[in-house]
């Protein structure tokens, strides 16, 4: 018996052994997947949207949106996935063009999709006139394109397998062919005489023939299709000055397809709906419409829902028992009623309304994942949905599983959306909340820095949103425009506040601040920074600023108005609202709406409230970005920003022009530009970690590495450390951790086995014909030697920095000359045989190029490197010089004699 029990307590012992090595190589791995920020890692972002289910429920369709650098801009391709157990994911387009708006015919059989591709074989010559549609039959085949429109199409929608209602503008007027025979390129500002109708036609794919079911004068901006493909609503837009001023209202009306006609409906001017959504049955539909106290200019407020029975011609709004409004991160409607997303401020919320007769119970909804929900999609039948899940702290990703009543029930994520992000260090994310202006409760998302220690106070960025119906959410969001996660990495707070002017929190706060810009939004952020300074995180004496839009235009009310801020990042931002009314797109009713009425009708307000007039006081170091074709915020207001402090002086200041860009940065080069250009500024002026680069120095140039290279340790002329009079290898901070910048040398070798011999002249060769058990001896003698953590790498470690390894290294590709097949490299060998030495064709490990912003070298040949498997047991890894660099064959080790190490060390905690 007690043998057994010391069996039984050995067991265990082993056991807990087992599990401890376990957790701590776990625990390694983890911390080396940790990797930096980088500029890169945001502008190479993939997006996913256009989600739309199979009408069988088997499958979904999407659109994926990735960086393109030879295009300079981004791209979409369509995806379709499997909603089964596996899950497949397959690519069904491809190419330089991107595709968009995918949809599924009404048996399943075929997808329709948006794109300005060419037809193969069509010359690079030929012109694509806009959108054209095109199908997949994914019963095989490559797509094919079905229209031909000169000035292509603006949306579509399947009315049967071949038959679609598409919404195109007319072929050209003599005028415009004119004009363009004349290359008469010049411009009639707001012609409302030559308005170009946009209409409705029903097509037959197969036919190649159009109908036209819509002679309307005016232009229809977006048309909805009733379920059983009868009816259609239209919304036409009537003035080409509507979105300067909101004067003359669009029209809705309601079509019938069999006989074209129709009547208008919702004729009260300052009643419209902003969104639609049919009820299955296509006896009625859901709408939308916002509230606001000021219907004429209609700028901000809060949506809210109404359905409309066509039986009797009336509708109603309905009573969904939540003040805030609606949220649009998805509708679904359901046979029995419908599921919807609600304002809720930062963190969604979600409800199943059941219809009662002409009103509605509800249950939230439930599971999981809830309530991080952004998007959710099902089909018109069946359970089957896909969802987006995420949180500031956590990427955006697909899933999909069924919803039973009102419970979210997840079966796979099906998305891969951005693999390298997954070995990122994300910043630890909260929804924080304060009391602002009329003492109203301020929500806003705090990122916190990424070395954060109880007790000690930090820097604090505001990244304060457009808008200013704007609003930052619990979701992930990395930008050009906002990267908290890079500002974190710094060692800063990062402070995204929801302040008055916001959606998400109902009408009431949407539209406190009419009548009363600048002031309380300013209040409730300056009141949020209080409140982190109160807690003891924030240091009150760096502060900084940055935002693009209203968020640039608050920054720079902060920058003039209070003397707290130690620099600003401000993009396409107004300076000057008198300018403003006249310029931007939709200037009239925006500056009508918040500055209760027009400059020259209050002037003294207008002075008031434009920054331009207050710079004189302002010593905030200043960098602007505008783009020259911008219509939200006019060019002209980021020259004039950038002339009032340069000609002032008080401060440092510059302006970064982007050629064609509009209000957002569309090219890649942009918006790298802008974050190379920003961070620089506030690595300067802020952060004071800037060393000011020599123009003419090429990165990675051999006087570059020359330079560098005097900074690397050495004793003479051997690298390394000396510690306690011995050479030690210097290690460089690479992920979380530390590694040898160049593999153990012949010099430190012998520091560690003064026995050890070597040719004079080769001290800086790497150290070879070493043994596993060699290795762990001498990075343990290293952690005897400094007390510090000296290991060598896990195989999953040597990977990763391995395949850091760029440029030509010490191979045999090397030596050779060319790129060597095995049957060459057996011919090779005979004359590499014949050269003095066990390794003849080992270098100095300076020899070559390093790799990483570290400047490591050696990650591409010369020796062989150890690591440890999960087992504990010694693997070789690398390529050698005896190794063929392009081989794409199973990977074999070389001999000892071409076998050394390099060490990892881990920081202390």
């Not at 998805?330 to 963190?347: H, K, Q, T």
């Not at 509605?360 to 089957?384: C, S």
């Not at 009079?725 to 593999?743: A, C, S, Y």
């Amino acid at each position: 018996m007690k043998k057994f029990k010391w069996l039984r307590t050995t067991f265990i012992l082993v056991i807990m052994a087992f599990g401890l090595l376990t957790g701590f190589l776990l625990a390694q791995k983890e911390k080396t997947l940790t990797t930096a920020w980088t500029i890169d890692d945001i502008i190479n972002e993939e997006r996913a949207i256009d989600f739309t289910i199979s009408p069988d429920g088997s499958r979904v369709v999407w659109t994926k949106n990735i960086a393109d650098k030879e295009k300079d801009g981004r791209i979409s391709h369509l995806f379709l996935s499997y909603l089964d157990q596996n899950g497949q994911t397959v690519q069904l387009t491809r190419g330089e063009n991107s595709e968009s708006r995918p949809k599924w015919s009404p048996a399943g059989n075929m997808i329709a999709f948006l794109s300005s591709r060419k037809e193969s074989g069509q010359s690079e010559r030929e012109e694509v006139g806009g959108l054209q549609l095109w199908l997949i039959d994914l019963k095989g085949g490559e797509p094919v394109k079905v229209t031909d429109l000169e000035t292509g199409i603006i949306d579509y929608d399947w009315i049967d397998e071949e038959h679609f209602l598409i919404l195109a503008r007319e072929g050209k007027s003599l005028r415009e062919i004119l004009a363009k025979e004349k290359k008469d390129d010049s411009i009639v500002f707001e012609d409302q005489d030559h308005l170009i109708p946009q209409r409705l036609f029903l097509y037959s794919w197969k036919e190649k023939k159009y109908r036209r079911l819509t002679e309307n004068k005016d232009q229809i901006t977006n048309f909805f299709l009733s379920p059983d493909k009868k009816l259609v609503i239209t919304r036409n837009n009537q003035s080409v000055r509507y979105e300067v001023d909101k004067k003359i209202k669009p029209k809705f009306f309601l079509i019938k397809l069999e006989d074209k006609s129709s009547r208008e409906i919702f004729p009260d001017p300052y009643f419209k709906p902003t969104r639609i959504h049919w009820d299955l049955n296509s006896r009625g539909f859901y709408f939308a419409v916002m509230k606001t106290i000021d219907p004429v200019n209609e700028t901000a407020g809060a949506e809210f829902l109404y359905y409309y029975d066509l039986g009797s011609n009336q509708y109603r709004e309905i009573n969904l028992k939540w003040e805030a409004g609606l949220m649009e991160f998805g509708f679904v409607v359901r046979e029995d009623g419908f599921i919807v997303s609600l304002a809720n401020g930062a963190i969604p919320k979600w409800r199943r309304y059941y219809k009662q007769g002409n009103d509605f119970t509800f249950e939230e909804l439930q599971g999981d994942p809830y309530p991080h929900i952004f998007n959710l999609e099902m089909p018109e039948k069946g359970n089957r949905l896909v969802y987006s899940y995420t949180t500031a702290s956590i990427p955006r990703q697909w899933y999909y599983g069924r919803l039973e009543k009102n419970k979210i029930i997840t079966e796979k994520q099906f998305t891969e959306l951005n693999p390298p992000w997954k070995n990122k260090k994300f910043a630890r994310t909260e929804v924080i909340r304060w009391k602002g202006a009329l003492n109203d409760e301020i929500e806003g998302l705090l990122y916190y820095p990424q070395d954060y220690q109880p007790g000690k106070k930090y820097p604090l960025f505001l990244n304060i949103h457009g808008g200013p119906t704007g609003i930052d959410l619990d979701s992930f969001n990395e930008s050009y425009a906002y990267y908290p996660n890079l500002l974190a990495q710094k060692g800063c707070f990062v402070l995204m506040p929801n302040y008055h002017g916001s959606i998400g929190y109902g009408q009431k706060f949407s539209e406190s601040i009419k009548g009363h810009y600048y002031d309380y939004d300013l209040e409730d952020i300056q009141k949020g920074i209080d409140y982190l300074v109160a807690k003891g995180l924030v240091d009150p004496e760096r502060l900084g600023t940055m935002g693009w839009s209203n968020g640039g235009i608050l920054s720079i009310a902060l920058s003039v108005w209070t003397k707290r801020f130690k620099v600003a990042g401000i993009g396409a931002a107004d300076v000057d609202w008198f300018s403003d009314y006249g310029t931007c797109a939709f200037g009239v009713s925006f500056d009508n709406y918040y500055f209760l009425g027009a400059p020259w009708d209050r002037p003294d307000y207008y002075l008031k409230i434009s920054p331009l007039f207050y710079f004189k006081e302002s010593k905030v170091p200043t960098i602007i970005f505008h783009g020259t074709e911008d219509t939200n915020v006019p060019f002209g207001q980021g020259m004039e920003h950038y002339r009032v402090r340069q000609q002032l002086g008080q401060a440092p200041v510059r302006l970064i022009i982007f050629p064609g860009e509009p209000h957002g940065l569309r090219k890649l080069s942009h918006q790298r530009r802008k974050m190379e250009e920003e961070l620089a500024w506030f690595d300067r002026y802020f952060f004071h970690t800037l060393t000011p680069a020599n123009e003419a120095l090429k990165e990675g140039s051999p006087l570059d590495l020359a330079l560098k290279a005097q900074k690397f340790a050495r004793s003479g002329e051997n690298y390394g450390l000396i510690v306690k009079g011995k050479l030690i290898p210097e290690t460089v901070k690479w992920q979380d951790l530390e590694v040898g910048r160049f593999e153990v040398t012949r010099a430190q070798w012998k520091a560690f086995d003064p026995n050890y011999q070597f040719e004079p002249g080769t001290a800086n060769y790497p150290v070879n014909g070493i043994s596993f058990e060699e290795a762990q001896k001498y990075v343990q003698w290293l952690k005897e030697l400094t007390g510090e953590n000296y290991r060598l790498p896990t195989v999953e470690e040597a990977q990763k920095l391995l395949a850091q390894a760029s440029g030509e290294d010490n191979t045999l590709d090397y030596w050779a000359g060319y790129p060597v097949n095995l049957d060459d490299s057996q011919l090779l060998w005979t004359a590499i045989s014949s050269l003095p030495g066990s390794a003849p064709l080992l270098l100095p490990v300076d020899r070559f190029s390093p790799a990483t912003e570290s400047l490591i070298f050696g990650l591409g040949g010369n020796v062989a490197e150890w690591s440890v498997d999960g087992q504990g047991q010694g693997r070789v890894m690398g390529l050698s010089a005896i190794s063929r660099a392009k081989s794409r064959e199973e990977y074999t080790p070389p001999p000892l004699a071409y076998t050394g190490l390099r060490v990892f060390k881990q920081p202390k905690n």
